[in-house]
């Protein structure tokens, strides 16, 4: 009898193993999927690319700053301290960051006013 239920449970998991595999062949040839790595990295690249550029023709549309131009690179005296400021993470770090913003309050948009 267990020689019998052993054969008919072995069935039906064959069974269950080509019913899945069947799925997994039937989405696997989905035309959207990339075939490799590779492509799919291409294709990230190039949408990354792709938007990229509109967000510069919009931001150029409404006169504001493009990212990398020389008025975005353009840091306050207050911001230049503050980058050359140890890690912000560290007790020297937020030593720095205080001295610097107690002189800068209210002043510079990274320094709050107090």
């Known amino acids: 009898m267990d020689v019998q239920r052993g054969a008919a449970g072995a069935e039906d998991g064959n069974n269950l193993i080509s019913t899945l595999l069947g799925i997994i062949r039937q989405d696997g040839g989905a035309a959207a999927e990339p075939s490799s790595m590779d492509s799919l990295v291409a294709r990230i690249l190039a949408e990354n690319e792709r938007t990229y550029s509109e967000t510069n023709a919009a931001l150029a549309s409404l006169g504001q700053a493009q990212p990398g131009s020389a008025d975005a690179d353009a840091a ?24 610097i913003c107690a002189r800068w309050a209210g002043r510079d948009p990274a320094c709050p006013p107090r």
Do not use: F, H, S
């Open 76 to 99: 306050t005296p207050a911001q230049r301290e503050l980058q050359a400021c140890p890690a912000a993470n560290t007790v020297q770090g937020i030593n720095c960051r205080d001295r």
